[in-house]
């Protein structure tokens, strides 16, 4: 699975877009420093910005990926390679290299301007690990999504329509929800909603940490309670991991049965 | 060497393979003949276990196929398209093929066998499709398993390659190796080839000597002998 990985992360490291990727974020923090002098201000915003387009960017280049490097998996699946470290192996190197791109792009700009020496520190490695966190599911799904469907337009038709809803119509659905259900006690529903979106938990993991919480009114006191202590710090990380495992474990799955 | 029970493959409601048995002895040439859509590349391809079969079982050496790669070690595949990854250079290529597989020094001798040398530093997206089959040639024969599978081997070649290919694999066939061939073109079939296969709407229809096919058809040549088949089979 080692040899795999190293390929597709050098095929990957070779290629274009993985430097447009790393440009974008160094330029981004760049930016967000110069203008905002303030590094907390600054890793709000970039929150706002990654939680975004860090799914959007892993759901597309992992379908990407996977349909460019159809050949060459052809190529691997007649040597005496195990289906699942070929899979395993295409998959960490996409969501390795995207993750390298996003922290060592944000990272530099930041670590020149003296994060060390500041305590947004804790809130900027959260931000990283988030980060990560999104990069490594978004392209698991991703590769579900290619795995499945033969055929590339479809494929990427679901692929942008899984980002949709996870990024923007499930926040929709889920106002509405307590919007209809207002006169009922609902802090357990958005707790359990909150945790089922990876979207909706990083964000909220990432606006508590910040100490903002209080933007959220009353649902913003029971989530600061929850999300707060670290028994809800493990719980979301636990979350999150379920959310790389489910996926991964489904990708195995489905590469044992299908005829290439 | 390979055995093959019962073999039976469907796409979608498409039946491909439909109880197919199959037994290759070891050594010798045995070509895999067929019309177009008769299975021949989901055969090949289910003994490689790229395409997993609905129903039966295939053993390669005594090794049951199903969820197994080790036995891959034992054959070298060529693919019937040469589609490579196209920003890699040919050299990186083999590189890679032999860091993932095992080393060999046999390559060398196979590029300037097919004078790829020019090549070595060119992508493979640049290349030609006859070139590439050359590269395809080279990283199938580069290694020594005891059988080669060569799912039409002839694409793209010029005379002079399809010569050396030729003798590339009567010098295979002399180490007692075991080589499965698909292919179209019947004068080459009837070259190199030992025994035939005959695949017909997902079954064996003949196994055998091109002599015997010759025989049981009533047919002067081989060409007719095949065409007869098809003739009375879909007239």
Same mark, same amino acid.
């Given at each position: ?17 993985? +430097? ?36 959007? !960017? ?44 996003? !922290? ?64 923007? !119509? ?13 006169? +009922? ?26 100490? !903002? ?48 | 060497?390979?055995? *093959? %029970? ?31 859509? &008769? ?40 693919? #019937? ?15 890679? %093929? ?9 390559? #060398? ?27 395809? $040639? ?11 599978? $060569? ?17 590339? *694999? #009567? ?11 698909? &292919?179209? %073109? ?20 003949? @196994? ?5 096919? @010759? ?13 007869? %088949?098809? *003739?009375?089979?879909?007239?």
């Amino acid at each position: 699975m080692l040899k795999i990985l190293k390929y597709s992360f050098f095929d990957l490291m070779r290629s274009r877009w993985s +430097y447009v990727y790393f440009a974008f974020y160094l330029l981004l923090g760049t930016v967000l420093l110069f203008l905002n002098n303030d590094l907390s201000k600054a890793v709000i915003t970039l929150m706002n910005v990654i939680i975004v387009l860090v799914p959007l !960017i892993g759901t597309i280049f992992g379908v990407m990926y996977y349909y460019n490097s159809k050949e060459f998996t052809e190529l691997l699946l007649a040597q005496p390679l195990k289906r699942s470290s070929i899979f395993l192996g295409q998959y960490l190197g996409v969501a390795l290299s995207l993750s390298m791109s996003l !922290i060592l792009g944000l990272g530099t700009p930041f670590v020149f301007y003296g994060l060390f020496e500041s305590s947004a520190i804790w809130d900027f490695s959260l931000l990283l690990v988030t980060g990560t966190f999104l990069t490594l599911i978004f392209t698991a799904l991703a590769f579900n999504i290619a795995l499945s469907n033969e055929n590339k337009i479809k494929g990427f038709g679901y692929a942008i329509l899984l980002w949709l809803f996870l990024a923007i !119509i499930y926040d929709g659905l889920f106002l509405m929800t307590l919007i209809f259900f207002e006169e +009922y006690p609902l802090d357990k529903l958005s707790l359990v909603g909150t945790m089922l979106n990876p979207i909706d938990l990083s964000r909220t993991l990432i606006l508590l940490k910040l100490d !903002i919480s209080a933007l959220l009114g009353y649902t913003g006191a029971v989530f600061k309670q929850f999300f707060g202590t670290s028994f809800g710090l493990i719980v979301s990380f636990v979350m999150l991991t379920v959310w790389v495992v489910l996926p991964v474990l489904r990708i195995l799955f489905k590469s044992k049965r299908k005829d290439f | 060497m390979v055995s *093959i %029970i019962g073999l039976h493959k469907k796409f979608g409601k498409n039946p491909v393979l439909s109880g197919l048995d199959l037994t290759i002895n070891e050594g010798g040439i045995f070509a895999v003949l067929g019309p177009n859509g &008769s299975g021949k590349t989901t055969l090949i391809k289910s003994i490689l276990g790229m395409v997993i079969p609905n129903e039966g079982e295939i053993k390669v050496f005594g090794e049951n196929v199903k969820n197994n790669s080790n036995y891959r070690h034992k054959i070298d595949y060529l693919p #019937q398209i040469a589609n490579f990854p196209s920003n890699l250079k040919v050299k990186e290529l083999i590189r890679m %093929i032999k860091d993932l597989r095992q080393n060999t020094s046999e390559d #060398q001798h196979l590029v300037e066998l097919f004078k790829l040398n020019p090549f070595l530093d060119k992508k493979l997206g640049t290349l030609s499709g006859g070139t590439k089959q050359k590269v395809n $040639l080279v990283l199938t024969f580069m290694f020594d398993s005891p059988l080669i599978i $060569l799912d039409e081997p002839t694409t793209g070649l010029d005379p002079i390659s399809l010569i050396r290919l030729k003798d590339l *694999i #009567q010098a295979e066939k002399a180490k007692g190796k075991t080589i499965l061939i698909t &292919s179209h %073109i019947m004068s080459f079939v009837e070259e190199v080839s030992d025994e035939i296969v005959f695949l017909l709407e997902g079954k064996i229809y003949f @196994k055998g000597s091109i002599s015997e096919l @010759k025989t049981k058809t009533n047919q002067p040549d081989f060409e007719h002998a095949i065409a007869s %088949i098809l *003739i009375d089979n879909h007239a």
